[in-house]
């Protein structure tokens, strides 16, 4: 089966996430981004979320992380709990 490990940001709003993104493109950390501004319990770890196999996150998250390319910031994608920012830091 599919493993995958990511780091997130998450925020309530697009803009707000947006405007994370343009900082990370600028050189800003992402963990560091993730400490200051993620509403999620593991942002307090950078936004490391672990390893986890599909199914195991929300439907537009799984989307993403099981197909995207790694190590790109990729959003902001909306889900239940808000805008996202995902780091896919390896899929095997």
Avoid: W, Y
Wanted: with cysteine.
């Amino acid at each position: 089966m599919a493993r995958a490990r990511a780091r997130h940001i998450l925020v309530k709003t697009k803009d707000e996430c947006e405007s994370l993104k343009k900082q990370i493109e600028g050189g800003a950390d992402f963990g560091e981004l993730a400490k200051k501004h993620s509403q999620c319990p593991s942002g307090r770890q950078g936004g490391d979320l672990g390893e986890f196999g599909p199914g195991e996150m929300v439907k537009e998250f799984d989307g993403v992380v099981f197909s995207g390319e790694l190590n790109k910031v990729h959003g902001p994608v909306q889900t239940q709990f808000g805008f996202h920012l995902i780091q896919i830091t390896s899929r095997a």
